[in-house]
């Protein structure tokens, strides 16, 4: 008896061991799923200015010497003034902003909090036909004029093709939005715009993702040499890293759309992506990018 005892002892041993094999190869096949930007990046950077004012041409050739990338929020109605005008013209906007985003700020800019809902839906509609014209592809983006709207207003823009806007202020962090609706940026440019980029550019923790959002308008620099220079030493401080992906607003919105529409196996060993663009995720610290259409099953020995 004494002997049948230890061997079920043994036996219960052996059990209790083999349960614990499965269960460490369980824990070990549970792969860690993380979205990752474009080519596979943890970093986004992105600028936003407003009103398409003349100075625009000089902050855009500017951005696009750095390789940055903004979004220029317009009025539709402020864009047909004569060669004095103080605007970006109707004419040139494709061309001056071709590697950029043009995005709505409302017909003629007024405090829209104040404003009838429908007279709102007009701003925004108008201002849209306009851009759209111009710029020759659908305006679904914008920053509130005067830092003005409600909740109802966000409620009502996405009947008006308006995916995400702008708000003021400054958060300081490099966190992506809750709400794109209410999409609040790390910093004004004269805001800790230096001290904000290097503690950006510090960021190595691949396990998150991180967004750097500048703001502002381009007449604050107005005729000032030296603050040229300054958002100037920043697009040379900040531009030109492998590790940060350089995007418009509408860019990012669409890219995290895709992302959080992929289709995952519920063995996480297979993903397919129904939308229209590629994604990049990565997959126990492999990156793998799945094209649009395309159904990937994941292995250990190779990714992209």
């Given at each position: 008896?004494?002997y049948?005892?230890?061997?079920y002892?043994?036996?219960?041993?052996?059990?209790?061991?083999?349960?614990?094999?499965?269960?460490e190869?369980?824990e070990?096949?549970?792969?860690?799923?993380?979205?990752?930007?474009?080519?596979?990046?943890?970093?986004?950077?992105t600028?936003?200015?407003?009103?398409?004012?003349t100075?625009d041409?000089?902050?855009?050739?500017?951005?696009?010497?750095?390789?940055?990338?903004?979004?220029?929020?317009?009025?539709?109605?402020?864009?047909?003034g004569?060669?004095e005008s103080d605007?970006v013209?109707f004419e040139?906007?494709?061309?001056?902003?071709?590697?950029?985003?043009?995005?709505c700020?409302?017909?003629t800019?007024?405090?829209?909090?104040?404003?009838?809902?429908?007279?709102v839906?007009?701003?925004?509609?108008?201002?849209?036909k306009v851009?759209?014209a111009?710029?020759?592809?659908?305006?679904?983006?914008?920053?509130?004029p005067n830092?003005?709207?409600s909740?109802d207003?966000m409620q009502?823009?996405?009947?008006?093709?308006?995916?995400?806007?702008?708000?003021?202020?400054n958060?300081?962090?490099?966190?992506?939005?809750?709400?794109?609706?209410?999409?609040k940026?790390?910093c004004?440019h004269g805001?800790?715009?230096m001290?904000?980029?290097?503690?950006?550019?510090?960021?190595h923790k691949?396990?998150?993702?991180y967004?750097m959002?500048?703001?502002?308008?381009?007449?604050?620099?107005?005729?000032?040499?030296?603050?040229?220079a300054?958002i100037?030493?920043f697009?040379?401080l900040?531009?030109?890293?492998?590790d940060i992906?350089y995007?418009?607003n509408?860019?990012?919105?669409?890219?995290?759309?895709?992302?959080?529409?992929?289709?995952?196996?519920?063995?996480?060993?297979?993903?397919?992506?129904?939308?229209?663009?590629?994604v990049?995720?990565?997959v126990d610290?492999?990156?793998?990018?799945i094209e649009s259409?395309?159904?990937?099953r994941?292995?250990?020995?190779a990714?992209?």
């Amino acid at each position: 008896m004494i002997y049948q005892k230890n061997q079920y002892k043994d036996q219960k041993k052996t059990v209790l061991k083999g349960e614990t094999t499965a269960m460490e190869r369980k824990e070990k096949t549970l792969s860690t799923i993380f979205t990752c930007f474009p080519e596979g990046r943890h970093k986004v950077l992105t600028m936003s200015y407003d009103d398409g004012r003349t100075y625009d041409r000089r902050l855009v050739a500017l951005f696009d010497q750095y390789g940055i990338k903004g979004t220029f929020h317009l009025n539709g109605g402020t864009l047909f003034g004569g060669a004095e005008s103080d605007r970006v013209r109707f004419e040139e906007i494709r061309e001056l902003y071709q590697r950029h985003e043009v995005s709505c700020h409302t017909y003629t800019h007024p405090t829209i909090s104040r404003c009838p809902l429908s007279q709102v839906v007009q701003q925004v509609i108008e201002d849209r036909k306009v851009l759209e014209a111009a710029c020759g592809y659908p305006v679904r983006g914008m920053s509130y004029p005067n830092g003005s709207y409600s909740k109802d207003i966000m409620q009502m823009l996405p009947a008006c093709g308006i995916e995400y806007s702008r708000v003021v202020g400054n958060t300081d962090d490099f966190g992506l939005p809750e709400n794109y609706l209410e999409w609040k940026a790390t910093c004004h440019h004269g805001h800790n715009l230096m001290e904000n980029a290097e503690r950006f550019l510090g960021l190595h923790k691949t396990q998150y993702l991180y967004m750097m959002y500048v703001w502002g308008h381009s007449y604050e620099f107005g005729d000032d040499e030296k603050e040229w220079a300054r958002i100037e030493a920043f697009c040379k401080l900040i531009g030109g890293h492998e590790d940060i992906w350089y995007a418009t607003n509408i860019e990012i919105v669409d890219y995290m759309n895709a992302a959080g529409n992929l289709k995952f196996s519920a063995a996480g060993d297979m993903a397919y992506n129904p939308g229209a663009i590629p994604v990049w995720i990565s997959v126990d610290g492999t990156v793998w990018k799945i094209e649009s259409g395309e159904t990937k099953r994941f292995c250990r020995q190779a990714g992209l």
